[in-house]
């Protein structure tokens, strides 16, 4: 069974709104709305993880944004920030690129981001 198929709508959303929910099953939850969820409420949590990543993360800025508006940040300056090498950053990201079919990775001469 993949990953997609564990959750639904309903159940999602109650594990979002559980006040005594473990924090890893919370995670998820968010991943798959984020990845699965309707519309809004995927922007809902997009616009609370980047307001999370600048309170978190004040240092690191997007390089710049896509079409619709979500930011794209430079994998030396993840790597920075995480106190991680950049192989780390990508290593991650590959494992994941298959689950995170929305995940871009721009690896070009001049600059190496993802978003």
């Known amino acids: 069974m993949e990953f ?3 959750w639904d709508l309903e159940s999602a959303m109650k594990i ?3 006040e005594t929910v473990d924090g890893k099953l919370w995670a998820e939850a968010v991943k798959w709305l984020i990845l699965h969820g309707p519309a809004e409420i995927r922007q809902v949590l997009l616009d609370a993880s980047s307001i999370a990543t ?5 240092e690191l ?3 710049h944004y896509t079409a619709d508006g ?3 940040y430079n994998i030396k300056d993840l790597a920075k920030s995480l106190n991680i090498s950049e192989s ?3 290593q991650f990201l590959q494992q ?3 689950e995170f ?9 001049d600059k190496v981001t993802v978003h």
């Open 61 to 63: 800025t997007p390089s």
């Open 16 to 18: 979002i709104t559980h």
């Open 88 to 90: 780390e950053v990508r």
């Open 54 to 58: 600048g309170t978190s993360f004040p």
């Open 101 to 109: 079919f929305e995940l871009h990775i721009d690896d070009s001469a």
């Open 70 to 72: 979500q930011p794209c």
């Open 96 to 98: 994941n690129e298959k």
């Open 4 to 6: 997609k198929d564990l």
